[in-house]
């Protein structure tokens, strides 16, 4: 296996031009050490740990651009993320271990694809894009068109994700990240749901409403149908019932060692039911009519 | 292909080379023959491998070799000073927290790392500290009392 360690993006860019398929972009390594040791050594390993620039938290007017190297404890640790994006710093808080988090990065867990990635539900609500690098130039892409498959994305095996950029969600609007997982934190989801609500003025209806999926379907995904059959209207309860079972129809789980495909959709729809009900209340300061 | 690891192992310069595709625990239990940090499941699930890495509790076995160039590095071999044994690892012996003891050196670096940070610990912070640490032997009752004690001891010194 050969080994290299850029200094920049543009070498390192140029590494992944060179090896293409067989290369290996390693940064935390809490997921590609795994594959090393248990399935095969990739042909080469480009370790992007030590670029510069990329491990910073920075406020950019109304968003939050998160360095692809930032570890998901420095997310949890940082008052920003705490304060203006609370969907993504509850998915870092919930995130494995201490030790994992103390390792694992935010671009890593992107990049991964995996439809099971703690951050991309909450990503994916707070309409996050990523800002990739290639060596024929930069490229912003939202990580709602940004994952094409398990462990696929549009960085193909030549890009870099440099940096998130996470605006931050409207003012008024509530958020929650539920997981349902058997041994608590440590545990990979078996259904991620992530809801913000962003209610109208009067606080009688919901103005915006985005639902993301996660480890239901073959990438994150936004439940869209759902979405457009709450926005614009008070969350009553009939309404709250046709919206969870729309949101279990909108996903697409595959049945593994975790949960089968059934358990999975009752679990979207409970776990939607239950963060609606409660970004409802906290936005509006109304029970569910 | 081979990588020069130059770092800082419980307060002492060591460099070695390993293979690039080396784990850190690999590093420290195979080129450096330090069998403390235990290999278990290799996943980074179990905390059996937990060492310190600039300041922080990691699990070695998901970390790379390489990594550590530059590092600093405490292992449980780095604990004790001479015959007398670090608070946390006392604490361990006089709470009876050691069953079969596989987990135990995991556990007390990550209790050490916990109380390097704060010696009055919330139980919330307690949990927190070794949710990524498994005992299979199940003990958990008697290492939570341990890190009480730790925690008192090292308030009082």
């Not at chain 1, 099971?116 to 690098?133: D, N």
Request: charged share 20%.
């Amino acid at each position: 296996m050969e080994y290299f360690e850029p200094k920049t993006v543009n070498e390192a860019l140029s590494v992944l031009a060179e090896h293409g398929a067989e290369a290996k972009v390693i940064a935390g390594g809490t997921d590609v050490m795994v594959d090393i040791k248990y399935k095969e050594e990739p042909g080469c390993l480009v370790n992007i740990k030590k670029l510069p620039g990329m491990t910073r938290i920075q406020e950019n007017g109304s968003s939050l651009r998160i360095g692809a190297l930032v570890t998901i404890h420095e997310l949890e640790l940082n008052p920003l993320v705490r304060e203006k994006l609370p969907v993504l710093w509850e998915a870092a808080h919930q995130f494995a271990s201490l030790q994992i988090r103390n390792t694992a990065t935010l671009g890593g867990n992107i990049c991964r694809a995996s439809p099971s990635g703690e951050t991309l539900a909450p990503l994916l609500v707070l309409e996050a894009k990523g800002r990739l690098a290639f060596s024929d130039g930069e490229k912003t892409e939202p990580f709602t068109s940004f994952f094409q498959g398990p462990g696929k994305s549009v960085l193909g095996t030549k890009g870099l994700l440099t940096e998130i950029d996470v605006p931050y969600p409207p003012s008024g609007s509530k958020s929650v990240y539920l997981k349902h997982a058997v041994r608590g934190a440590m545990d990979i989801a078996m259904v991620g749901v992530a809801v913000l609500i962003t209610p109208d003025g009067g606080k009688n209806n919901m103005q915006d409403v985005r639902i993301g999926l996660g480890a239901v379907a073959p990438t994150p995904v936004r439940a869209t149908k759902t979405e457009a059959l709450l926005r614009g209207k008070p969350l009553t309860a009939t309404l709250l019932k046709e919206a969870a079972a729309l949101a279990a129809s909108e996903s697409s789980p595959i049945s593994d060692q975790r949960s089968s495909a059934e358990y999975r959709r009752w679990i979207v729809e409970a776990l939607t039911r239950r963060g609606l009900e409660q970004t409802w209340k906290a936005a509006t300061g109304k029970e569910v009519a | 292909m081979s990588v020069t690891i130059n770092t800082k192992i419980n307060g002492r310069a060591v460099s070695a080379s390993a293979d690039a595709s080396t784990s850190l625990l690999e590093f420290l239990r195979d080129t450096l023959e330090m069998k403390g940090s235990k290999l278990c499941c290799n996943t980074g699930e179990c905390g059996a491998c937990t060492v310190i890495y600039n300041g922080k509790p990691i699990n070695s076995c998901v970390t790379m070799a390489a990594d550590a160039n530059g590092a600093e590095i405490i292992t449980i071999e780095g604990l004790a000073d001479g015959d007398k044994l670090h608070p946390v690892q006392q604490a361990f012996i006089d709470t009876g927290a050691v069953q079969c003891g596989y987990c135990t050196p995991g556990y007390i670096i990550s209790v050490k790392a916990l109380l390097d940070r704060t010696t009055k610990p919330t139980a919330e912070e307690i949990e927190e500290a070794v949710s990524g640490n498994i005992c299979r032997c199940t003990g958990y009752n008697k290492i939570v009392d341990a890190i009480h004690l730790a925690a008192q001891k090292l308030q009082l010194r």
